[in-house]
C-alpha cells in the first residue's frame, strides 16, 4: 500500500507530473523502494511523528515523480527503437528528429538512433537513467533521500541507517 495518495501530492507536495489515473500503480512502486532503502522500517506504518511522516510521504511524491518520468523516457525510447530513428508516413514523406536543413536542393536529414540517444543524455539525467538499473536506483534514491535524511522512526533510529 502506498504511503501517500494522489490528495496529498497534490495539494502538499504540490506535485503535477504524475495523472491522477496513473499515481496509485507508481505511488505504491515508489513506496516499495522506500521500503528497501529504510530496510523495512516504514511497513508497520508512517511514524506517529507528524512531520516524519509528511517527509515520508513527500519521499514518496519524488520518487513517484521520477518514476513517471522514467516510464516515459523509456516508452520514448521504445517508440524511437521500433520507428528506427524515423518514420515513413502517408504520402512517402519521412518524420523523426531533425539533424540539419539546407536550402538548395532541399536536402533534411535526421538524426539517428545512436544521435538521438547521446543527445538525450546530454539533456536529461531521467533519460540517462532509463534502462540502466544502477543510474535508475541512484536517481532514486537522491530523490528520496532529499526528504529521508535525518528522519526517524517511533523507535529513534533514522529511516535512511544501515546498521541494526
Known amino acids: 500500500m502506498a504511503y501517500a495518495d494522489f ?3 497534490a495539494t502538499t507536495y504540490h506535485g503535477n507530473i504524475v495523472p491522477e489515473a496513473d499515481f496509485p500503480r507508481i505511488a505504491d512502486r515508489a513506496s516499495d523502494f522506500l521500503d528497501v532503502i529504510t530496510f523495512g522500517r516504514l511497513v508497520d506504518g ?3 511523528d507528524e512531520r516524519a511522516a509528511t517527509k ?3 519521499a514518496v511524491c519524488a520518487v513517484s515523480d521520477k518514476l513517471y518520468e522514467l516510464e516515459l523516457a523509456e516508452k520514448q525510447a521504445n517508440a524511437a ?3 528506427g530513428g524515423s518514420s515513413e508516413t502517408s ?3 519521412t518524420s523523426g528528429i ?3 536543413r539546407s536550402a538548395g536542393s532541399e536536402s533534411i536529414s535526421y538524426a539517428s538512433l545512436s544521435d538521438t540517444a547521446s543527445g538525450a543524455k546530454n539533456w536529461s539525467a531521467v533519460y540517462q537513467a532509463a534502462g540502466d538499473e544502477t543510474l535508475t536506483n541512484n536517481l532514486l534514491y537522491s530523490a528520496a533521500r532529499l526528504y ?3 528522519v526517524k522512526d517511533d523507535k529513534g533510529v533514522l529511516l ?3 546498521g541494526l
Open 7 to 9: 490528495e496529498f501530492y
Open 46 to 48: 508512517l511514524p506517529s
Open 56 to 58: 515520508v510521504q513527500k
Open 81 to 83: 527503437a521500433q520507428a
Open 91 to 93: 504520402g512517402g514523406a
Open 98 to 100: 531533425i539533424s540539419s
Open 148 to 150: 529521508l535524511t535525518g
Open 160 to 162: 535512511l541507517y544501515a
